[in-house]
């Protein structure tokens, strides 16, 4: 109550403490002790519209959250957003389904990741996880693309040519590469490579 003077009672029913409290010993407290209390907070238009912009500003915030913001209590919060029409997104809590808090926070943790790394932390798909951050206009640092690794055609055609026994594979790693990229590379400089099948190898 000390750190929150603006608390109203209901408020404060709602968030004193891990277990519930009835409210007649909450009454009985305060008298006790002599502590005021404000038995609701008046919320005039300039605070509906500090809460509007609030919400549009935070749309993944809970009617929870919004409440502590403004020392309010979740009922109170959820009758203004109906009676003004507050643009207040309702969260539907379906298990397997994406939060934006939840993106949020891991886009706020993990500056570093890909779309993709991601998805595969949320256990969700790419497209989910670049649609939230359109729809709810998260921060997401857009990642530079790796650069290609230059392979010369000279020094890969001499290490082919020094190496005939090599597969593709073996190649590519020498070179740092995917077997994928190398065979294209090859195929590009139309450097010959041997081609697996089923009697051995035949030299292209």
């Not at 809970?62 to 203004?80: K, M, N, W």
């Amino acid at each position: 109550m000390k750190k929150n003077p603006d608390a109203t009672m209901s408020h404060i029913l709602e968030n004193a403490s891990d277990k519930p409290i009835a409210k007649q010993t909450f009454l009985r407290i305060i008298e006790a002790y002599a502590i005021e209390v404000q038995e609701t907070r008046k919320v005039d238009e300039r605070v509906i519209q500090q809460m509007s912009a609030h919400m549009e500003k935070y749309p993944y915030k809970t009617q929870q959250e919004i409440a502590d913001d403004f020392h309010l209590s979740v009922s109170y919060v959820g009758r203004l957003i109906r009676k003004h029409s507050l643009p207040y997104q309702r969260k539907r809590k379906k298990k397997g389904l994406l939060e934006a808090r939840e993106l949020a926070l891991c886009l706020a943790k993990h500056t570093e990741w890909t779309h993709q790394e991601i998805a595969a932390h949320l256990q969700v798909s790419r497209e989910t996880v670049m649609k939230y951050i359109k729809q709810y206009h998260l921060l997401y640092l857009p990642k530079n693309k790796k650069e290609k690794k230059k392979i010369y055609r000279d020094a890969l055609h001499a290490f082919v040519v020094a190496h005939p026994d090599l597969s593709i594979l073996k190649v590519a790693k020498h070179f740092g590469v995917s077997e994928a990229t190398m065979k294209k590379r090859m195929e590009k400089h139309h450097i010959p490579y041997r081609k697996p099948r089923k009697n051995g190898y035949r030299f292209l």
